[in-house]
């Protein structure tokens, strides 16, 4: 596949960037970036790489699989850390600073690992887009806490981090956008664990029928689904149609509604 000049040169600099780090410890999702990150890293600053991902109940079991199964898979040096921010009430009462009361913790350990490992920087998958997003307060906690954000740092923006993954031949070029559990509840209702895992095997049923982007926004007893305009034909056709609703509600939901507006981030804040 063909990449821009310019793309590639903004790669180089994130070689040189690493390099100049020495050593680091990334916080690893599995998703399009930080997988990105891990393998430019990997392949940098080999051994002196080091990945740590989250394990808690607002990461779907097939999300942490994989991305471990990738992380061994390539060579990675990688550890799994169990956070706790369910037992966290800031965390729980789902406000606008959810995110950075989670990612808050999370630093808190990594930055412990970095110091009981020797390594020099924290980093995250923050792209120099994200800073026109100004609700992500996740960043501003990785921020606070004295984290890096080398894809920031060497101009790349997701497009071409996706294009870069392709070539590097990562299975997560191509993979849709991904956000916790806990994001599918509109913001100040509470959260718990129970809830979290019946909208983690709601998600599963969209994934087993076939759809790709799709969230399952919870409001009670009423699932809300949100799939590409595209998939709309397919979802109502009445042989899916009453598979997926059969098995929401077998989940515990009464109602089952498709959002005619579509899939979109945020759509519950």
């Known amino acids: ?53 989250a394990d808690s109940p607002s990461l779907p079991r097939g999300e942490l699989g994989g991305a471990l199964r990738l992380a061994r898979d390539r060579g ?48 995250h998958g923050e792209l120099a887009d994200d800073a026109l997003d100004t609700t992500r307060v996740g960043v501003r906690a990785a921020r606070e806490r004295g984290a890096v ?56 049923v969209l994934r087993a029928m076939g759809f790709r982007q799709y969230r399952a926004r919870h409001h009670g007893d009423l699932c809300r689904i949100e799939i590409e305009p595209g998939d709309f034909a397919r979802i109502i056709d009445p042989a899916v149609r009453t598979v997926v609703v059969q098995r929401l509600q077998a989940l515990g939901y009464r109602h089952v509604s498709l959002d005619l507006v579509g899939y979109r981030t945020g759509s519950t804040a």
């Open 149 to 204: 954000a080398p894809l920031a740092a060497a101009g790349l923006v997701k497009d071409e981090v996706r294009a870069l993954s392709q070539l590097r031949h990562l299975p997560t070029w191509n993979k849709p956008s991904f956000a916790c559990l806990s994001s599918r509840f509109p913001k100040g209702t509470r959260l718990n664990t129970e809830e979290v895992r019946r909208v983690e095997e709601a998600e599963e």
């Open 1 to 53: 596949m063909a990449i821009a000049p310019e793309t590639l040169h903004k790669e180089e600099a994130l070689k040189d960037i690493l390099r100049g780090y020495g050593s680091i410890v990334i916080a690893y999702s599995g998703g399009v970036d930080s997988t990105y990150l891990a393998d430019v890293a990997a392949e940098t600053l080999g051994d002196a790489a080091h990945l740590v991902i």
């Open 76 to 123: 990675w040096h990688i550890e799994v850390v169990q956070t706790t921010e369910f037992e966290n009430e800031e965390y729980l009462r789902n406000d606008g600073m959810r995110c950075y009361f989670c990612k808050g913790q999370l630093f808190e350990m990594i930055e412990r690992y970095a110091r009981e490992h020797g390594v020099a920087f924290m980093a």
